[in-house]
């Protein structure tokens, strides 16, 4: 069974640019979440998702965040304009349904200038 | 409000000892679940175990265990026989499944460095 991929791996913008990334579940998995991870710390959760409809998005910064899962499937994160202390880790994970086991992705590793 | 606390933020071993990670966490819930991950360098949260507020059981897998106990609020990760590839920084996490909709809580993590 695949598990959950993310793309782009590394990343690299100047602040005040904007960044995509995106994230495809593990197949079947209705709930999906996106967690920022700043080096040293765990994951925060930026957003969560229940097929295409937003569960929870309280920790999401709306002024320059903006996140999507149009089909209940793939979900693209956006920032624009970045800042510098967006520089972390995206994580991405699904997991079948809500308070099931989480499923983690490699991650993509923001670093803005 | 919920927290999780890894007070260990470095543990340095030397290979075939024994270690355990400690995790103390707070919720108001009386039904939640813990998690135990690993990351590796890689970076990639890879899932250990999920432990429900209602079982107190502890469990064995191989070389690892876990010790839950609700009276003290701890959920505790024991390597036993450490090897080389146990090097990374391990993670405690809490979900409180219906109010929080199945979010998870991390502590800080703990980065186990073991030495051959």
């Known amino acids: 069974e695949a598990g959950v991929a993310q793309s782009p791996r590394y990343k690299i913008i100047e602040k005040r640019q904007s960044v995509a990334f995106w994230c495809n579940p593990i197949s079947g998995h209705a709930t999906l979440y996106w967690y920022q991870q700043i080096l040293g710390q765990g994951p925060k959760l930026l957003i969560q998702f229940q097929n295409n409809g937003v569960v929870d998005d309280s920790q999401l910064p709306k002024d320059r965040f903006s996140a999507e899962r149009l089909k209940g499937v793939d979900s693209t994160l956006k920032i624009q304009p970045a800042k510098l202390e967006d520089s972390a880790v995206y994580l991405c994970?699904?997991?079948?349904?809500?308070?099931?086991?989480?499923?983690f992705g490699p991650g993509t590793r923001l670093l803005v200038l | 409000a919920q927290k999780v606390t890894q007070a260990q933020t470095e543990i340095s071993v030397v290979e075939k000892e024994d270690v355990t990670l400690d995790c103390v966490y707070e919720t108001r819930d009386t039904t939640y679940y813990l998690f135990w991950y690993k990351q590796p360098p890689s970076g990639e949260l890879v899932f250990l175990i999920r432990r429900n507020s209602f079982d107190e059981q502890n469990e064995i897998s191989g070389r690892y265990s876990w010790n839950f106990q609700k009276s003290t609020s701890s959920f505790n990760f024991t390597i036993t026989a450490s090897q080389v590839v146990d090097s990374a920084v391990y993670f405690c996490a809490l979900s409180e499944a219906y109010n929080q909709g199945g979010k998870l809580i991390f502590g800080q993590g703990t980065e186990l460095s073991v030495k051959p």
């Open positions: 994970a699904s997991s079948f349904e809500l308070a099931e086991t989480q499923y």
